[in-house]
């Protein structure tokens, strides 16, 4: 009796209208794959709760508008949306949920510029168990460090063959961001722009939190996140809080930022796809907030984040 796949993987064929189911414990990828050669390619990544793929078009428009940004043709929506319910639905076969609730499970989709000298591109859908470290991360909060990305805020409109506001493979940079802070004990970064302005993290989108109150009393709550403009990725994450929020009578804003913004909100949060909400407890080894005030804005947020199709 053979083990369930911890991992699906449907690769998208125009001879399979729902994709074709491909054995993900075998190679799979030319080594010829520009994707594997050179990080041409774009990818997106997604979290299913309970079976349901969270934020679905918002991650297929951002896979769009990244692809348009490298002159990638990749198929059409209906065809992810196709494959992307082949591989989950496997995915739950093989894997059934073990808790009534809450299950989660990462959906990628990945499309790469093809094989040297082919005339189309790769691309596929995986899903897999979701880790506990962003579980954790969301319940115990970051330790955070500041790292120069080495570019000025307005580069990305200087210079849009970089590519910045992309969802694109090549992560190389970013890892070592990682690799970097977790050497001197942090968990995780946010980059900040050799102009002194706040981008984002390796893999997140930055927030801020301040909480004042008006004359009669009333407490006026406002959230912030740097200006997409900067030369960041638009957040889907961001983006469907900011509409639950402005529905809950939230105030928002956008930077610019700088780094005693965040040192001086009242909470700073990292927010992706797959770790949703995660507190910043310190930054560069300087606190953050106030531990009550924190606790209270994220569970909040964390309420209206749930709420998100």
Do not use: C
């Amino acid at each position: 009796m053979t083990s369930p796949a911890p991992v699906v993987l449907v690769f998208l064929d125009p001879s399979f209208p729902d994709g074709r189911l491909a054995d993900a414990a075998k190679p799979q990828l030319m080594v010829t794959d520009q994707g594997a050669t050179r990080g041409d390619g774009i990818f997106e990544t997604m979290l299913a709760v309970d079976g349901s793929v969270r934020k679905m078009q918002a991650h297929l428009n951002r896979l769009g508008g990244s692809a348009e940004a490298l002159d990638l043709v990749i198929p059409d929506q209906d065809a992810w949306r196709r494959a992307i319910d082949t591989a989950l639905s496997e995915h739950l076969h093989q894997n059934p949920a073990t808790d009534s609730s809450g299950d989660e499970r990462v959906v990628k989709l990945v499309v790469t510029r093809g094989v040297e000298g082919s005339d189309g591109p790769t691309a596929w859908v995986q899903v897999s168990p979701a880790g506990s470290l962003g579980r954790r991360q969301r319940e115990t909060g970051l330790d955070v460090i500041l790292l120069e990305r080495g570019y000025d805020s307005e580069v990305g409109e200087r210079a849009p063959w970089l590519l910045l506001g992309a969802k694109t493979l090549s992560y190389a940079v970013n890892m070592a961001a990682l690799r970097y802070a977790r050497k001197q004990g942090a968990d995780d970064v946010i980059f900040v722009s050799s102009d002194g302005r706040v981008l984002e993290g390796p893999t997140s989108t930055v927030l801020l939190a301040h909480v004042e109150k008006s004359d009669d009393g009333t407490r006026i709550k406002r959230l912030v996140t740097p200006q997409l403009d900067s030369g960041i990725l638009a957040g889907t994450s961001q983006g469907a809080l900011f509409g639950a929020a402005r529905a809950a009578g939230w105030e928002l804003g956008y930077g610019p930022l700088e780094p005693q913004d965040l040192l001086d909100a009242d909470a700073v949060w990292l927010i992706s796809s797959v770790r949703l909400l995660a507190p910043v407890n310190r930054i560069d080894g300087k606190e953050i907030g106030t531990p009550a005030l924190q606790k209270e804005l994220t569970a909040e947020l964390s309420t209206l984040f749930a709420g998100i199709d």
